[in-house]
């Protein structure tokens, strides 16, 4: 079945950097579209970023020039760079999977920013 594991989340000062890894099995990895999303206290699940099985990358305004999404195909792996945190970045991020009209995700890894 389809599996996603996220990890390398946790306590950073702010200006710290993080990376975040999604581990995937149960489908052909190299030929689906994946994202990262993330969702703050209170707040409702939000697009972080995407990358195609293409390579081609977007990212929300709110992190664009600090956070990188890449992939690595032959171990099913999607990374999230992410730099310059602030405490504004605090939340649970997500690895998404979209297979057909369904979508996936992982268990999520949590990332506190705070002095």
């Known amino acids: 079945q389809v599996q996603l594991v996220e990890s390398g989340g946790g306590l950073v000062q702010p200006g710290g950097s993080l990376r975040l890894s999604c581990v995937t099995s149960g489908f052909s990895f190299a030929i689906v579209d994946m994202a990262w999303y993330r969702q703050a206290p209170g707040k409702q699940r939000e697009l972080v970023a995407r990358i195609t099985r293409g390579h081609s990358t977007n990212y929300a305004d709110s992190v664009k020039g600090r956070f990188t999404i890449s992939r690595d195909n032959p171990k099913n792996t999607v990374y999230l760079q992410i730099n310059s945190l602030t405490p504004e970045d605090t939340a649970v991020y997500y690895c998404?999977?979209?297979?057909?009209?369904?979508?996936?995700w992982g268990q999520g890894t949590q990332v506190t920013v705070s002095s």
């Open positions: 998404n999977a979209g297979i057909g009209s369904k979508n996936f």
